[in-house]
């Protein structure tokens, strides 16, 4: 049973930063792609970095792209997420997801998803 556990999330003052973690199990971590996506109250999920199975290609959406940085340790079965220069509309709740070696941006290609962590960035 596939199970996408993230940690890391929190409150953080805008400028600051946070790295997310999710952790995996039940799947050959090695052979799937890794997304993060987000998703505010009242809003859709959102894509925010993706990462190919072997780390060699990372994808990200203007609206995050040279302030977060995807990352994975295949190893630990770890994906991250390093994210600076926070601000007030990046709050929202952070979720994980795998799909089989190709990335994508779209949420409905994935289907294991983490449960999500909160994060919360004030002004």
């Known amino acids: 049973q596939v199970q996408l556990v993230e940690s890391g999330g929190g409150l953080v003052q805008a400028g600051g930063s946070l790295r997310l973690s999710c952790a995996a199990s039940?799947?050959?971590?090695?052979?799937?792609?890794m997304a993060w996506f987000r998703q505010a109250p009242g809003k859709e999920r959102e894509f925010v970095a993706a990462i190919s199975w072997n780390g060699g290609s990372t994808y990200y959406p203007d609206s995050v792209k040279g302030r977060f940085t995807i990352s994975r340790d295949n190893a630990k079965s770890t994906v991250y997420l390093q994210m600076n220069s926070l601000k007030p509309e990046d709050t929202a709740a952070y979720y994980c997801a795998a799909r089989p070696y190709i990335a994508r941006e779209t949420p409905n290609e994935y289907n294991n998803w983490g449960q999500g962590t909160q994060v919360t960035v004030s002004s």
């Open positions: 039940g799947i050959t971590f090695s052979n799937y792609a």
